[in-house]
């Protein structure tokens, strides 16, 4: 089974707006951290925002917000007032708690493009 | 800060021939170091990480290797590269093991 899961290839939104770029993963672990990336163009990796699975709260990193749901081993990223500049691939990662292996798991990515 | 760099930016090399890639951390002692190689429209693939000198561990066994001569610097090497090895070639740095990852500007490799 995939061990992170991004079902969005291609995303739209209107700049301003908020976006939602969904992301599934799949551990046994209790403790484990989940990242979220942004690729421009360029090809740089840019870290935005950290969750870690005893954080009760939502990770929030300023227009970045992670809308964690344990149960649902869910980990959306939430991207308000969209800008034009936001227009990437957005690669979801998890690093499982477990001491062996050095594993970061990554998702295949979503693009987002911001419309004007 | 801490600044990672990756040498060279963009790379074209024939089947067979060799290759080194090479990653500087600076501002930071003892760091985690990650080799990452990145398909075309893909996520990133773990090759090598290593927790320091001397220490790497290999994810996916092919004929790249990786050394760690010092603290800081983490090199990608083959004997022989084949077509299979074009790819964007990424490597990062963390702190900890489980703390974010950083990553260099990447190496685009294309083997023809």
């Known amino acids: 089974a995939q061990k992170i899961t991004q079902t969005q290839p291609g995303m739209f939104v209107q700049e301003k707006e908020a976006v939602t770029l969904d992301c599934t993963y799949d551990?046994?672990?209790?403790?484990?951290?989940l990242f979220w990336y942004k690729q421009p163009s360029s090809g740089e990796m840019i870290f935005l925002i950290y969750?870690?699975?005893?954080?009760?709260q939502n990770a929030t990193e300023g227009r970045y917000s992670l809308n964690f749901q344990k149960a649902r081993k869910s980990a959306n990223l939430v991207i308000s007032a969209s800008q034009l500049g936001d227009s990437a691939m957005y690669f979801c990662?998890?690093?499982?708690?477990?001491?062996?292996?050095?594993?970061?798991?990554f998702g295949t990515g979503t693009s987002l493009t911001v419309i004007p | 800060s801490q600044t990672i760099h990756q040498w060279p930016a963009t790379l074209v090399q024939p089947v067979g021939s060799p290759l080194s890639l090479e990653c500087t951390v600076e501002?930071?002692?003892?760091?985690?170091l990650y080799w990452y190689r990145q398909a075309a429209g893909r996520g990133l693939q773990l090759l090598f990480y290593?927790?320091?000198?001397?220490?790497i561990s290999s994810e996916v066994p092919q004929n790249l290797s990786a050394s760690r001569p010092q603290d800081r610097q983490f090199i990608l090497s083959s004997k022989k590269l084949l077509l299979s090895d074009s790819g964007f070639y990424l490597c990062?740095?963390?702190?900890?093991?489980?703390?974010?990852?950083?990553f260099g500007p990447g190496t685009r490799l294309t083997v023809t």
């Open positions: 501002g930071t002692s003892n760091p985690n």
């Open positions: 290593s927790v320091g000198i001397g220490q």
């Open positions: 969750q870690g699975s005893y954080d009760e």
């Open positions: 551990t046994s672990d209790q403790s484990y951290g």
């Open positions: 990062a740095w963390s702190v900890l093991r489980n703390s974010e990852q950083y």
């Open positions: 990662a998890m690093r499982e708690g477990s001491n062996t292996g050095n594993q970061f798991y």
